[in-house]
């Protein structure tokens, strides 16, 4: 299944170049990536879990890290986006710079790796 993938595809510019950069970025950081859904959203996910989501709204986008310890760690580096426990919302026009998205990425990454039995 492809499902970050179609709802990728499904996407109108320049929201689709936004979501497809975190996609990707996700996919060449990490092996072992898989597609999947995450709270009926489409997700990447890893050794089973959800790594995260970027879904579009109609005045945002949103990265869903799956983790409110993975938020609360990088919380002073989200000061110039609204964000809660568990949504960073941003735009095109400000996007997530790509060194704040690695360390969203590694960060899950490290809890899901640090999970026991998985």
């Known amino acids: 299944m492809a499902e970050f993938t179609d709802y990728i595809a499904g996407l109108g510019e320049p929201e689709k170049s936004a979501v497809e950069r975190i996609h990707q970025r996700a996919l060449s950081r990490l092996g072992g990536v898989e597609e999947g859904l995450g709270y009926g959203m489409p997700a990447l996910t890893y050794r089973g879990k959800t790594l995260l989501s970027v879904q579009v709204a109609k005045s945002h986008i949103a990265y869903y890290p799956f983790s409110g310890a993975v938020v609360g760690a990088l ?10 426990k568990g ?32």
């Open 75 to 84: 919380e002073g580096d989200l000061a110039n986006f609204d964000h809660s």
């Open 87 to 118: 949504a960073i919302r941003f735009s095109v026009d400000h996007p997530l710079p790509d060194d704040l998205v690695d360390r969203l990425i590694d960060l899950r990454r490290a809890e899901i790796d640090l999970k026991p039995g998985k």
